[in-house]
């Protein structure tokens, strides 16, 4: 079984990751490639070999011969572009965040849900081999009680340098057409003087709630939330400890960004790569404070962006849900625009 894809945006990350990634696999095939930029458009897709080219993706929507899209466009358009290929009975992959507010998560989970396709948002650290053991590690753990209880946890980015230079190996295409305009799509009851602050900390940073709903759970509620010129922090609470969350974007040659969980009698440490350093997992670091040894497993040599095309591929042909499904993410729509309003309102 080949699956047919179009994949409706040209720009960096689709060139970077998603078309080689799609490309590669041997059960599907990308025939189908949109773009608003005519020129970028046509130059990628005779680079990969795709046989059609459009300008709008509506012209694509209710071809019958495209099983899935891969919705890699500007965030306020993830909702729209992807409600409009589920009502047309085609699976979706879309990057992440899956909205830009609540109601539109809502109409995508609500929409794949009737029409009985796939849904599935792009947190490729979940398909992160290092990620993956450290759940694992994680569960055992927690099961066991060997490090005793989780008391306190730490999820933390700061950003940095992400790239690692793949952009000087892939030669990517750029052109001098002017960018997508940009229409705001805001949480309804978000001033629309707040939304390229919100909209920033709801791109990158919903990697991180995502992350740590994976490793612990779902939380209880926002206790705190504040910002300060780019920098964040919240409290949230579990029913047994609260997490500290941080975030912010500082100059650095290494990516910073992680997940500290503190037991009884010693942590756990999940250091996410940077996000473009291909075949390099997580790094896990295990203190045993009662025995006074440090463990550093370590997992396969693989890249998450591959694996996560694999695994959408997979979903579809034997009709599983994906691991990071629309329904699923949809909570962490609702916790960044909780934790914004707890920032805004405090209560």
């Not at 450290?134 to 950003?159: D, F, P, Q, S, T």
């Not at 250091?271 to 025995?291: C, T």
Request: hydrophobic share 40%.
């Amino acid at each position: 079984m080949t699956l047919n894809l179009a994949v409706i945006g040209a720009g960096f990350m689709s060139q970077l990751a998603h078309i080689p990634n799609f490309s590669r696999i041997k059960d599907c095939k990308i025939i189908a490639l949109c773009d608003k930029r005519k020129r970028l458009g046509k130059m990628v897709a005779e680079k990969y070999h795709i046989p059609y080219f459009y300008e709008n993706y509506l012209d694509i929507v209710d071809r019958s011969d495209i099983d899935a899209a891969v919705v890699i466009v500007n965030d306020e358009m993830h909702a729209p572009i992807s409600i409009d290929f589920l009502k047309s009975g085609k699976h979706v992959f879309v990057e992440k965040p899956m909205a830009t507010n609540i109601n539109d998560g809502e109409e995508m989970v609500s929409t794949a849900r009737k029409t009985g396709v796939k849904l599935m948002i792009a947190y490729m650290k979940r398909y992160d081999a290092g990620c993956i053991l450290a759940k694992n590690i994680l569960r055992k753990y927690v099961e066991e009680e060997e490090l005793g209880k989780i008391r306190y946890v730490r999820v933390y980015c700061y950003c940095g340098e992400w790239v690692c230079g793949l952009n000087k190996i892939e030669n990517v295409i750029f052109t001098d057409e002017p960018r997508p305009r940009i229409v705001p799509r805001p949480p309804k009851w978000l001033d629309i003087n707040e939304y390229n602050g919100f909209r920033g900390f709801n791109n990158v940073f919903c990697h991180d709630i995502n992350l740590m709903r994976w490793f612990l759970g779902d939380p209880r509620e926002i206790l705190f939330s504040t910002f300060k010129e780019g920098f964040h922090c919240s409290i949230i609470s579990y029913n047994d400890f609260n997490v500290v969350f941080e975030t912010g974007s500082i100059r650095s040659h290494k990516w910073m960004e992680g997940v500290i969980i503190y037991f009884d009698k010693g942590w756990m440490r999940i250091e996410p790569p940077p996000p473009l350093l291909k075949n390099f997992p997580a790094e896990i670091e295990i203190y045993d404070g009662e025995n006074r040894i440090i463990k550093k497993p370590f997992g396969k040599w693989e890249w998450s962006f591959m694996n996560e095309a694999r695994h959408f591929i997979k979903c579809i042909i034997e009709d599983v849900e994906p691991e990071s499904s629309g329904e699923d993410s949809l909570k962490d729509v609702y916790i960044i625009e909780e934790i914004y309003k707890k920032y805004i309102f405090g209560k």
